[in-house]
């Protein structure tokens, strides 16, 4: 399926957006506590980014700050902003970032850790990812280890989309999921996505043991 990219939003579209976002991912438990960031692109040079340390299903127009793509972090701004600007100078056509801790991204990612990266295949419901077209394709997603130094890790998935430009999501290592869309959208559709993918592979594992 291949989806028009979404254009630059006004800055109080991209908060209605984040918000509407947001409170769809808390009310699935993909945001637990005060987890989770999200931010939409506002054009080459800006991108909305949420503020730290709230509840991410109680946003309010407030809590959305304006963020330079190519300068440190707005004051306040997620503590993971970093790895949210460096997707939209790595990825140009990447409208929506989103960043979730459901329970299946945090476990399936800390058990395979020791592989680098997990294989999805077999599963329709890949055709939900990006431009995949069946189930036969196989889309890779890097695991990271988590680190609490995030410019050191934003170092790391850069390297790694410079290398990999099929990828659609990452996972960190006992913390959780990021995907990005060309729209707002296509990064939802991709979180709910990779939540049932990821339990699928979760469910295999109890299966085969
Ligand atoms: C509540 S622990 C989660 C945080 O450490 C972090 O990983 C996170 O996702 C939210 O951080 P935030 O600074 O609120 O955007
Ligand atoms: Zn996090």
């Known amino acids: 399926m291949s989806i028009d990219p979404a ?6 579209e991209a908060a209605r957006e984040i918000v509407e976002v947001g409170r769809f991912l808390s009310v699935r438990n993909f945001v637990p506590a005060t987890s989770g960031n999200f931010s939409r692109r506002l054009d080459a040079r800006t991108a909305a980014v949420t503020r730290s340390g709230v509840d991410k299903g109680e946003l309010v127009e407030a809590d959305i700050l304006v963020a ?10 997620s503590a993971e902003t970093p790895l949210h600007l460096q997707l ?13 801790h459901s329970v299946v991204a945090a476990l399936l990612s800390n058990l ?14 890949l055709k939900a990812l990006g ?3 069946t189930h036969e394709a196989a889309v890779s997603i890097p695991i990271f280890p988590n680190d609490q130094d995030i410019p050191r890790l934003a170092d790391k998935v850069t390297a790694m989309l410079t290398r990999r430009t099929d990828l659609v999501a990452y996972l960190i290592a006992g913390h959780g999921l990021y995907t990005w869309g060309r729209s707002m959208a296509e990064a939802r559709r991709h979180v709910v996505a990779l939540e049932h993918l990821l339990t699928y592979e979760l469910e295999k594992m109890k299966v085969r043991r």
């Open 7 to 12: 254009p630059a939003a006004t800055l109080s």
């Open 68 to 77: 330079d793509i190519h300068a440190p972090p707005p004051k306040g701004s």
């Open 88 to 100: 939209y100078r790595d990825r140009p056509e990447a409208q929506a970032v989103l960043h979730t």
């Open 112 to 125: 395979r850790l020791p592989e680098g990266e997990l294989v999805l295949q077999d599963f329709e419901l």
């Open 131 to 133: 431009d995949t077209r």
